[in-house]
T-cell receptor
Framework: NAGVTQTPKFQVLKTGQSMTLQCAQD?????MYWYRQDPGMGLRLIYY???????DKGEVPNGYNVSRLNKREFSLRLESAAPSQTSVYFCASSEVRYPQPQHFGDGTRLSIL | AQTVTQSQPEMSVQEAETVTLSCTYDTSESDYYLFWYKQPPSRQMILVIR??????QNATENRFSVNFQKAAKSFSLKISDSQLGDAAMYFCAYRSARGVLNNDMRFGAGTRLTVKP
């Protein structure tokens, strides 16, 4: 019963370094999402992938890129990390049939110094 | 754009008592879905309850129930017989039912619930 698996769970980067956060789901869901969670702001959508082969920007996409590698995997890349990207990152997946909720991974705590 | 507001940053409740968490949202759409998620210290996001806007009947899941007031755009969560394990951050979330917008879930800022023994 893995559900949504994110790696790594914690990471510390220096400003300007690059990093890829990995996400995989085993529920055969079509849609996958990346969120960031900041104190007092709830979760905000960075990018999503409605289906394999498609990706779209969410509310806060600047400074990030994504790749939907296959149906199972959806990665988030920070090309040149900035302190403002210090956050907890969540990956989620869902079916497109309504009103299916999103299933979340356990999050990645990312600190950029 | 849709916005979700949780006006109570923190709430506390005595064990075995009832507490209500507030959520309001702003939308021009008529068809949408509302959710409450629980986030314990483990950081997991756990679905508590969901409500379809076209349904008049309020959703219930064991000790959890909602008061959905569509005209007022209000979606409060009631937790009955509170337990120590209910202590967590609670997030209200909105999801459009329309096309590509269905992929965009908007979250409130959260309410931290403390349960006192």
């Amino acid at each position: 019963n893995a559900g949504v698996t994110q790696t790594p769970k914690f990471q510390v980067l220096k400003t300007g370094q690059s990093m890829t956060l990995q996400c995989a789901q085993d529920m055969n869901h079509n849609s996958m999402y990346w969120y960031r969670q900041d104190p007092g702001m709830g979760l905000r959508l960075i990018y999503y992938s409605a289906s394999e082969g498609t990706t779209d920007k969410g509310e806060v996409p600047n400074g990030y890129n994504v790749s939907r590698l296959n149906k199972r995997e959806f990665s988030l890349r920070l090309e040149s990390a900035a302190p403002s990207q210090t956050s907890v990152y969540f990956c989620a997946s869902s079916e497109v049939r309504y009103p299916q909720p999103q299933h979340f991974g356990d999050g990645t705590r990312l600190s950029i110094l | 754009a849709q916005t979700v507001t949780q006006s109570q940053p923190e709430m506390s409740v005595q064990e075995a008592e009832t507490v209500t968490l507030s959520c309001t949202y702003d939308t021009s759409e008529s068809d949408y879905y509302l959710f409450w998620y629980k986030q314990p210290p483990s950081r997991q996001m756990i679905l508590v309850i969901r409500q379809e806007a076209y349904k008049q009947q309020n959703a219930t899941e064991n000790r959890f129930s909602v008061n959905f007031q569509k005209a007022a755009k209000s979606f409060s969560l009631k937790i009955s017989d509170s337990q120590l394990g209910d202590a967590a951050m609670y997030f209200c979330a909105y999801r459009s039912a329309r096309g590509v917008l269905n992929n965009d879930m908007r979250f409130g800022a959260g309410t931290r619930l403390t349960v006192k023994p």
